[in-house]
């Protein structure tokens, strides 16, 4: 794999500290149900740099751009389809500035969601045309300049593969991760184990693949066990939820502990993650108990899905796995 700021980083350091909730932390200081994330990047620039401050601060290695919803079949639910370059470029350069006034090495990954598209046969998407709307983002985030491109919460192998495909047209080293919250899989049935060769025939391969989103920090760890004992030499990338989302009144609010958040990350280590984070629920304070987890990790065995129960709960879901059946969840619209 040729070089880059984030396998010199992973080099460096082993065990990278990813960042956690861009979305729970933007409708806790005011973004509006319905409104999109991404145009914020103009409208409320102080509160972006804040929240990648405060992830910094946590000790993140690792910030993702405000871009999730960043193609022009998400911006266009806004009317906002022909500004794809420039919100893009924008959330690159916020993100940045942020890094390189840090007082160490932090990565920026561009963070790239899905297209809310289903791809053809069972949408009217191509799969030509997913690539030209990854394409339009990642040159936005380019120009703005990230590090790698970090294509996440995806459900659909050919998505992915689209993702990857621009990508590696736009030259920029990638990572991908899948949402496995259906049965232990996919919603569209990729198995954890099958995540390393979506992309296999790009042209480049990814510099870490793994999971995140999901339904909670239990079911995230089982498949990280399927992702790792797939390909053990793969860098492996594992960013869950902060515990299962509860409705108090009319606000949701995660049930994960920072504590609860520490045991996660030791676990994920001895089940072989290389880049650790935080998605849906996940505050600074949960960071920072995280990266003490990472700095103070002590080699463990390999854990089970028996100790993955033992020490942070149950899961909620079935593993891909046969012989671990779990009650399903009602599924729940997400945004990290």
């Known amino acids: 794999m040729t070089s880059n700021a984030l396998t010199d980083l992973i080099a460096e350091k082993g065990v990278l500290l990813a ?6 932390h933007l409708f806790s200081v005011g973004l509006e149900a319905g409104e999109a994330p991404e145009l914020w990047n103009e409208s409320n620039t102080d509160k972006i740099i804040d929240l990648h401050n405060g992830f910094v601060d946590a000790g993140s ?10 193609t022009r079949h998400r911006l266009k639910l806004h009317h906002a389809q022909d500004r794809v370059f420039e919100l893009n470029r924008k ?8 890094a390189d006034a840090a007082d160490r090495k932090v990565i920026v990954a561009g963070s790239v969601g899905p297209t809310g598209e289903l791809l053809e046969p069972l949408g009217a998407l191509t799969y030509d045309d997913a690539v030209e709307a990854f394409i339009e983002q990642i040159e936005g985030l380019k120009a703005g300049g990230v590090d790698v491109v970090w294509i996440e919460t995806m459900s659909a192998p050919d998505e992915i593969k689209a993702a990857a495909d621009a990508s590696v047209k736009c030259d920029m080293p990638y990572v991908y991760t ?3 919250d259906t049965a232990g899989k996919t919603m569209m049935g990729l ?7 979506v992309a296999n025939d790009v042209g480049q391969t990814a510099v870490a693949v793994g999971a995140n989103c999901g339904v909670g920090a239990p079911d995230i760890l089982a498949s990280l066990l399927e992702i790792s004992s797939a390909n ?11 515990g299962i989302p509860e409705f ?3 606000e949701i609010h995660y049930s994960g502990t920072p504590e609860l958040m520490a045991k996660y990350t030791h676990l994920a280590m001895d089940a072989g993650a290389t880049i650790i984070g935080g998605c849906c629920g996940t505050t600074c304070s949960h960071l920072k108990a995280m990266r003490a987890a990472i700095d103070d990790h002590v080699e463990g065995p390999r854990p089970t899905i028996a100790d993955i129960v033992e020490k942070i709960g149950p899961l909620r879901n079935k593993a891909a796995s046969e012989g671990v059946d779990q009650p399903r969840r009602e ?6």
Request: charged share 30%; with cysteine.
């Open 19 to 24: 960042d956690g909730a861009t979305g729970t």
């Open 61 to 70: 290695d690792i910030i993702l751009t405000n871009s999730f919803g960043g």
């Open 91 to 98: 959330a690159a350069e916020i993100a940045r500035g942020v």
């Open 178 to 180: 899948g949402s496995f």
């Open 191 to 197: 198995h954890p184990k099958d995540i390393h060769g």
């Open 232 to 242: 053990k030499d793969a860098a492996v990338v594992v960013k869950g939820n902060c």
């Open 248 to 250: 108090r009144g009319s």
């Open 331 to 336: 599924r729940r619209s997400r945004r990290r």
